[in-house]
T-cell receptor
């Protein structure tokens, strides 16, 4: 199995701006998932995109998947201070593996 | 219904002691995962259980680490002869079935400090 790798490692933006995080992986996948982690707590599932999908929306979240480039992006529009968290991508497999995450800070 | 429950939430132990960390997955979830997260770092996969199949132990860092899952439900992660480098947050997650489209549900973790 393999894991996703997120970039950037850290991102700091002002409230109201959009935040874009990227994830790259190395082998073929069935799906890719994005999770959020608030400090000191467990991860929360945000969205899953299947390999035959190119884009998916959920509220202020937009996820894209480019299987030819083996990459995905997570866009958070109109960011809020409450979006401050670490964001992780994970690719499917019996042992779901996670990258190191992107630490997003949204300044009020 | 209840989410994934982990206990204790915090554990401080002396170097060389054994510790047991407990995970109660969501009822009916057949897949269970353990991860370790050091401060400010990503998640390190430790072990995966799926139903009655043999667990995938490929992520366990040493033979001091072991895990059991009794009756396909509760899981215990045991660390023997703890070392200071074992200090981390240990996260447990479960999913409904081990199909490839099931999201993971995480507990809030056990913060282990080895002094």
């Amino acid at each position: 199995s393999q894991q996703g790798e997120e970039d950037p490692q850290a991102l700091s933006i002002q409230e109201g701006e959009n935040a874009t995080m990227n994830c790259s992986y190395k082998t073929s996948i069935n799906n890719l998932q994005w999770y959020r982690q608030n400090s000191g707590r467990g991860l929360v599932h945000l969205i899953l995109i299947r390999s035959n999908e190119r884009e998916k929306h959920s509220g202020r979240l937009r996820v894209t998947l480019d299987t030819s480039k083996k990459s995905s992006s997570l866009l958070i529009t109109a960011s809020r201070a409450a979006d401050t968290a670490s964001y992780f991508c994970a690719t499917d497999g019996n042992d779901m593996r996670f990258g190191a995450g992107t630490r997003l800070t949204v300044k009020p | 219904g209840a989410g994934v429950s982990q206990s204790p939430s915090n554990k401080v132990t002396e170097k060389g002691k054994d510790v047991e960390l407990r995970c109660d997955p969501i009822s009916g979830h057949t897949a269970l995962y353990w991860y370790r997260q050091s401060l400010g770092q990503g998640l390190e996969f430790l072990i995966y259980f799926q139903g009655n199949s043999a667990p995938d132990k490929s992520g366990l860092p040493s033979d001091r680490f072991s895990a059991e899952r009794t009756g396909g439900s509760v899981s215990t992660l045991t660390i023997q002869r703890t070392q200071q480098e074992d200090s981390a947050v240990y996260l447990c997650a479960s999913s409904l079935v081990a199909d490839r489209n099931s999201p993971l549900h995480f507990g809030n973790g056990t913060r282990l400090t080895v002094t």
